[in-house]
């Protein structure tokens, strides 16, 4: 049977809907839980005073 | 510990990039084959070339369908494994990141379902406007983002804020025309195309060898030959351009690539085939043509091409003058009005991320040992037995797709690629190539960026988010698992219909017709 244009925009308009939905469930569920901050202050840490490797792992294996 | 966070948040990027380029060119490249096979249905009412659109189409829609939700897990691992990489270069990256989201999102992806649901719903016209639509979107969204990877590996139209401690833009036309991205889109594309057609001319010569849907294979063989030939050359014209670009912009990536340790008078010579001994920094034995490097790097008789010693110590250069910047920063961050401080910056803001290299060595850049110089002029040059042997086998691969399709789209002409079984032999052997060829491409591009994420900007350990081995070592093995689940799915779905051939659009005209 042949649908009408109608019909078929709203098919789309549904299959959009569950994307944008199913996207937010994955973000949610997923990425929204290990949301890392970072600004300008922590960035400047992390560049600026940021321990070189060899210390670091010097100081891993000393604890 | 850190050491091993930066190494595992490179490898599971590299890992669901290059899974995730398995699925890309194939979709960039079929989606202009669907609009010239259905342009010739709507010109010529055949209907094999409306058969051709669907059964091809078909196997387009498994390919995007399973493929599409494997890049999204790239854009999270920005936020997620790449805060600080996200923070310092948000304001020029995230713009056509954006961008690629929305339109893949509302161009790409509402087009593909008007071409699949949309048939006998809409005139001819309008159909093959939405597959015309359908291929724009999807070509679109990898100039976006093509144009945010260009600028990674040439980052211009921005500079550097000490208040906000990020990349801010300056010129988004530079951006947006940064030479970079648009070589690289051309070329990227047009691999793409390359592997559209090889698809469609090994599996359509498969069934020429087995005599099945001869008249739709005859037809779709054609279509791949004269298309795959084009794209193969312009692969090649446009590669061509790409490394010009690399040669302008890396210098590194350039030298790496050809594994020239020393800066030759000009014209360099190209090294055909080499053995690089890094340990020694020089090549065991190598295969030399006088003059080619020099011509293709530089288009010129007169340029030099620098040699990887001559990288480095001008590289001990811009460290030094990085020493200073980062000096001024760190008084900056204390004291934001410190004029001298500011002017320094000001003079040495474009080897702040020389200096940042030297991170790893030591905590006190400003005070930094010559040994410490050293090895971080040493750390600029990518590892070069990798980009050599790289980029050699994408090379020799694309020149025996060149021939294939020379030979197809000759016996195409002539009418009388039917009666020749080794080529079709040939066409169907060379199936994977293409991406093979794509996965070099990206090793080079990508592996040959290091040890920047943004080139001479923003060293690859300092991008990283203070994530735990472990997590690291979880999502890893999740993203592996999943996505092996996703390629053996996409394997024998294609298998299947590759198999069942057109005769799983149940019209009645063809074999193996299923039941419906």
Same mark, same amino acid.
């Given at each position: 049977m042949k649908k009408t244009p109608r019909k078929l925009s709203r098919e789309l308009a549904w299959i959009i809907g569950i994307k944008v939905v199913l996207l937010l469930i994955i973000w949610k569920a997923f990425v929204a839980p290990n949301h890392v901050h970072v600004d300008a202050a922590s960035v400047a840490d992390n560049m600026l005073e940021a321990t070189p490797a060899s210390q670091h792992l010097e100081k891993n294996n000393a604890r | 510990m850190l050491d091993n966070v930066v190494d595992l948040s490179r490898l599971q990027f590299a890992v669901t990039a290059l899974y995730h380029f398995l699925f890309v060119p194939l979709t960039i490249g079929m989606v202009w084959l669907l609009v010239i096979m259905e342009s010739v249905w709507v010109m010529t009412g055949q209907q094999v070339y409306q058969d051709m659109t669907r059964f091809w189409g078909k196997l387009f829609g498994i390919n995007f369908a399973l493929g599409v939700t494997t890049g999204i897990t790239m854009e999270f691992q920005f936020g997620t494994n790449w805060a600080y990489y996200s923070h310092y270069v948000g304001d020029i990256f995230g713009a056509p990141l954006a961008i690629e989201a929305l339109m893949a999102f509302f161009l790409e992806s509402t087009m593909i379902g008007l071409f699949f649901f949309g048939w006998n719903r809409m005139s001819r016209k309008q159909h093959l406007l939405a597959t015309i639509l359908m291929a724009v979107g999807t070509n679109l969204s990898a100039l976006w983002i093509l144009i945010a990877n260009g600028w990674m590996q040439n980052p211009v139209g921005a500079e550097f804020s000490y208040q906000t401690m990020r990349m801010e833009m300056t010129d988004f036309a530079a951006v947006l025309l940064n030479p970079d991205a648009q070589a690289k889109f051309v070329h990227t594309v047009s691999a793409g195309y390359v592997t559209g057609a090889m698809f469609v001319l090994s599996i359509s010569s498969w069934y020429l060898l087995r005599g099945r849907n001869v008249e739709f294979a005859r037809k779709s063989f054609r279509i791949a030959a004269a298309f795959g030939f084009a794209s193969v050359c312009s692969v090649i014209v446009l590669g061509d351009e790409s490394g010009y670009t690399v040669g302008e912009a890396q210098q590194t990536k350039l030298a790496a690539i050809e594994a020239m340790w020393h800066t030759e008078p000009a014209p360099a010579s190209f090294n055909l085939l080499a053995w690089p001994n890094e340990a020694r920094m020089e090549n065991d034995w190598q295969i030399s043509i006088p003059w080619v490097m020099g011509l293709i790097g530089? *288009?010129?008789?007169?340029k030099q091409i620098p040699g990887i010693h001559e990288i480095i110590a001008q590289n001990r250069l811009r460290i030094r003058s990085g020493m200073l910047a980062v000096a001024a920063l760190e008084t900056l961050r204390r004291d934001g009005n410190d004029l001298a401080a500011k002017a320094q910056l000001a003079t040495h803001r474009k080897d702040l991320g020389f200096g940042l290299l030297l991170k790893q060595y030591t905590a006190d850049v400003a005070h930094a040992s010559q040994p410490m110089i050293d090895a971080a002029a040493r750390d600029t040059?990518?590892?070069v037995a990798p980009m050599f042997w790289s980029f050699r086998l994408m090379v020799g691969m694309g020149m025996t797709m060149l021939l294939l399709f020379a030979w197809a789209f000759w016996a195409s002409l002539k009418g009388n690629f039917q009666q020749r079984p080794r080529l079709l032999k040939l066409a169907l052997c060379c199936l994977p190539l293409p991406w093979l060829c794509c996965e070099l491409g990206w090793v080079v591009a990508e592996y040959g960026r290091q040890p920047w994420t943004i080139y001479g900007v923003l060293p690859t350990r300092l991008s990283?988010?203070?994530?735990?081995v472990e997590s690291l070592y979880g999502s890893l093995a999740g993203f592996v698992g999943f996505y092996s689940v996703l390629l053996v799915v996409e394997m024998l779905l294609m298998l299947r219909f590759a198999r069942q051939g057109p005769g799983?659009?149940?019209?009645? *005209?063809?074999?193996n017709e299923t039941a419906h």
């Open positions: - | 530089t *288009r010129s008789i007169s040059i990518p590892r990283v988010s203070t994530l735990s799983s659009l149940g019209t009645g *005209r063809y074999d």
